[in-house]
């Protein structure tokens, strides 16, 4: 159980395109899902998080017009990086966080990431 | 000061060793605890949760939560070569909506 996925798992784009990736709690429901950007060799670093039916707060530095988040259901949340640029490049992981009075336990369960090239 | 601080190691054992990763906390409000294992170009897998203090253990691992000097550790017995990660502890406070604080990692290398 706990599982997550993300869609696409990589992606390449030209610079100046808009990428979408998905992410689904297959076998839970989600009211928080949190979005991470991990560079080589480094930690996770938290970019928005966000609770289903409102908007996503985001981390200071995180632009929130160019890392779009939509939280449309209980179990799926995408983030959209517009107009990318090689800078975007990186690791985007998500996780999901079941609700804790549907006697879930108070963690995360990440997706297997998604790896963007912006040429 | 950080939230939580873990040493990034690299650590490196031969096969078989018994392993100790640790991290220590400053928020005396956290009460859930995690340890995840990440796998070089993976999302992190939750190995191992605690609630408030006390161990757990899991097949070869073991996690362990001292609370009142705000410490946690993961045992790691008869390391193996696929143990070979980074392995990432994490906190939070209870309630649904706060926030979740993650150590910088620490990267295990078992060596056949």
């Known amino acids: 159980g706990a599982v997550v996925s993300q869609h696409p798992s990589r992606v390449i784009c030209k610079s100046g395109t808009s990428v979408k990736i998905e992410c689904r709690s297959l076998d839970f429901q989600a009211t928080t899902m949190f979005w991470y950007r991990q560079f080589p060799k480094q930690s996770l670093m938290l970019m928005a998080t966000?609770?289903?039916?409102?908007?996503?707060?985001?981390e200071q530095g995180v632009e929130k017009d160019k890392f779009l988040i939509n939280h449309a259901s209980l179990t799926l949340s995408t983030l959209t990086v517009t107009s990318a640029h090689p800078e975007d490049s990186s690791f985007y992981i998500c996780?999901?966080?079941?609700?804790?009075?549907?006697?879930?336990?108070?963690?995360?369960?990440f997706g297997p990431g998604t790896r963007l090239t912006v040429l | 000061q950080k939230e939580v601080e873990q040493d990034p190691g690299p650590l490196s054992v031969p096969e078989g060793a018994i392993v100790s990763l640790n991290c220590t906390y400053s928020n005396s409000a956290f009460q859930y605890f995690m340890w995840y294992r990440q796998y070089s170009r993976k999302g992190p897998e939750l190995l191992m949760y605690t609630y408030s203090s006390g161990n757990k253990e899991d097949g070869r691992f073991t996690a362990q939560v001292d609370k009142s000097s705000k410490y946690i550790s993961l045992f790691i017995r008869d390391s193996q070569p696929s143990d070979s990660a980074t392995y990432l502890c994490?906190?939070?406070?209870?309630?649904?909506?706060?926030?979740?604080?993650f150590g910088s990692g620490t990267k295990l290398n078992v060596k056949p």
């Open positions: 966000s609770n289903e039916g409102s908007k996503a707060t985001y």
């Open positions: 996780s999901a966080r079941p609700h804790l009075l549907a006697g879930g336990t108070d963690t995360q369960y």
């Open positions: 994490a906190m939070s406070a209870s309630g649904n909506f706060n926030k979740f604080y």
